[in-house]
């Protein structure tokens, strides 16, 4: 669980860091 919680932040990192 913790590595999906994690993979889940990372991916929404990524995404507001394309949007910025």
């Known amino acids: 669980m913790s590595l999906f919680t ?3 932040l990372l991916e929404l ?3 507001h860091t394309r949007l910025a």
């Open 6 to 8: 994690g993979r889940l």
């Open 13 to 15: 990192d990524a995404s």
